[in-house]
Each structure stands twice: as C-alpha cells, then as structure tokens.
C-alpha cells in the first residue's frame, strides 16, 4: 500500500509556470512507475505524463510535450511536475497515480493502483 499527497497547484496567468509535487509514504517508492493526470469540469481524467521506476524514460501526452517536464527523486519519494507556458486548457484538477507493475508507461488511468487526492491548478487568460 502507498498513499500520495500532491501540493503546488494554485492560480497563475497564462504564460506562467507552477511545479506539481506528489509525495509517497508506505511501501518502497522507487518500486512503482509514476504518472500524472488530471481533470477538467465535465471530461474524463487524461494522461500527462509519466515516469518509469529509474527516472530514464519519460512519456507526455502530445498537448503537454515540450512544456512540461515530469522528473522523480527515489531518495524523497516524491515525483514532480514542471509545468511551463501554461494556458487555460491546462486548467483541471492534478492527480498523481503509481503504477505497481513492472511494463512500459502506460496511459490508461484504470492501470494505475494508486491515486492521490488531487490539487487545482487554475490558469487565467
């Protein structure tokens, strides 16, 4: 079992940069693979990015690609996400989710075990 606590949402103007932190406490955090989602009023919660056990393969959705940036530090159990050239579509509620299994990243949010709470992020235009 591990549980995951996700900070550093808040307001910003379009343009702007915010960092998404996902804190695990539990079992051994550099086990699982690590993903963010998130979730808009009214849509299915998506894809964002993901992060393999090691740290050396990253994945991104395409509407994020070059602009975010996912990274982890196994000696923090913490997992982050640098979120650059923000813009109103990027608005929606963050969650972070671990992955138990050893496969490639996917992106199918009933594959993951583990979900935080969630943390808004609300961009103005």
């Known amino acids: 079992q591990v549980q995951l606590v996700e900070s550093g949402g808040g307001l910003v103007q379009a343009g702007g940069s915010l960092r998404l932190s996902c804190t695990a406490s539990g079992r051994t955090f550099s086990v699982y693979a690590m993903a963010w989602f998130r979730q808009a009023p009214g849509k299915d919660r998506a894809f964002v990015a993901g992060?393999?056990?090691?740290?050396?393969?990253?994945k991104y959705a395409s509407s994020v690609k070059g602009r975010f940036t996912i990274s982890r530090d196994n000696a923090k159990n913490t997992v982050y996400l640098q979120m650059n050239s923000l813009k109103p579509e990027d608005t929606a509620v963050y969650y972070c989710?671990?992955?138990?299994?050893?496969?490639?990243?996917?992106?199918?949010?009933?594959?993951?075990?583990?979900w935080g709470q969630g943390t808004q992020v609300t961009v103005s235009s």
């Open positions: 992060i393999r056990r090691s740290g050396d393969i990253t």
């Open positions: 989710a671990a992955d138990r299994n050893s496969r490639p990243i996917v992106t199918t949010r009933d594959m993951y075990d583990y």
